[in-house]
């Protein structure tokens, strides 16, 4: 999953079911899921601070993974300090690849592993020593 869980999300066939490739609509099921976010101060369902699809709580991470079957919610799609980030008691994870991003945040990377238990492990991605941007500024030589 990118971003997260929609409030149109019944079953997960309407997943597998969606038309690909296709453009994202500004809401909806597709949209939800490229861009809905955990909020931990929420329960239910709220808006979101980006100002498209929605945040969700603790109560709809459990609910939803009750309801199907499934124990855990992985995600990727916003930047967490150390490369990965458990919401919901440990039942959903933010996963973020990209360390030190945009050059703008200090942040770690992370990958996910999973073996033949089941068991998850993370190989974290230190950010680099910060560069120098180049100064292109002209100069009279």
């Not at 124990?71 to 916003?78: K, M, N, S, T």
Request: aromatic residues 10%.
């Amino acid at each position: 999953m990118h971003g997260g869980l929609s409030p149109d999300l019944h079953d997960l066939d309407q997943i597998r079911n969606m038309q690909r490739p296709t453009d994202v609509p500004e809401t909806g099921l597709l949209c939800d899921l490229l861009w809905s976010d955990p909020n931990k101060d929420a329960k239910g369902w709220g808006l979101n601070d980006r100002g498209v699809s929605y945040t969700f709580g603790a109560d709809v991470v459990t609910e939803f993974l009750e309801k199907h079957d499934l124990d855990l919610i992985c995600r990727a799609h916003q930047v967490v300090e150390d490369g990965y980030e458990f919401f919901a008691d440990r039942q959903l994870v933010t996963i973020f690849s990209a360390p030190n991003y945009c050059g703008e945040f200090d942040n770690a990377g992370a990958m996910m592993g999973v073996d033949e238990t089941l068991m998850c492990s993370f190989q974290i991605l230190k950010p680099g020593d910060k560069k120098p941007k180049p100064n292109f500024a002209r100069t009279n030589v």
